[in-house]
């Protein structure tokens, strides 16, 4: 994170996919990482605020806690901005996307008080499947791609989804394939 300065980073914080934080857990994790990674200057901000994206955050359960944790971490002079996938739009989300793919590019239509994402994605297939649920396509990539671009002003993000998740096939740069083994991981040797 330090030491990449051409990029900026953010939080894309999952645990909402795999369970139901509470609030005081949300607020303590991403104040770990700002106070721990934070705050180099490229650091994602949004009018002055962290951007928080959060996988998974559909529903008025996930949007109370959500509420609960944004208020906590204000409290303690952490402002984030969040942006909710499929999320519905209302507070506490500032912006919404949709972590979604198995298409090669869309958008989101959210309320007018919220800001829109685009997505394009390089093809998927989940782990263990036998077949891939978004065929690889350099041509396809590259439209939706053009496409996105040309139609910038209707959303103010635009994702590559999946940028270089092996396990789902998505990876569109070169790398050593890993292997996990009983040590953790490391690199997976022939022979």
Not at 140 to 167: G, K, M, Y
Not at 169 to 186: A, H, M, Y
Request: hydrophobic letters at 35%.
């Amino acid at each position: 994170i330090r030491t990449c300065k051409s990029i900026q980073w953010c939080i894309y914080y999952e645990m909402e996919a795999y369970g139901d934080p509470a609030a005081q857990r949300i607020h303590d994790d991403i104040k770990y990482v700002l106070d721990t990674y934070g705050p180099p200057r490229n650091s994602a901000r949004i009018e002055g605020k962290w951007l928080v994206l959060v996988y998974g955050a559909g529903g008025d359960e996930t949007a109370n806690r959500w509420r609960q944790a944004k208020a906590l971490l204000a409290a303690h002079g952490y402002d984030v901005y969040l942006n909710g996938d499929k999320a519905n739009g209302r507070d506490p989300w500032d912006a919404v996307h949709s972590y979604h793919p198995v298409v090669y590019q869309g958008y989101t239509h959210a309320l007018p008080n919220v800001d829109d994402s685009a997505w394009i994605a390089p093809g998927f297939y989940g782990i263990a499947e036998e077949s891939s649920r978004l065929e690889r396509s350099l041509s396809e990539f590259a439209s939706a791609w053009n496409n996105i671009v040309a139609n910038r002003n209707r959303c103010r993000f635009i994702f590559v989804e999946t940028w270089n998740e092996w396990h789902e096939g998505t990876q569109i740069e070169s790398g050593q394939e890993i292997v996990r083994d009983l040590r953790g991981f490391g690199p997976k040797i022939d022979g």
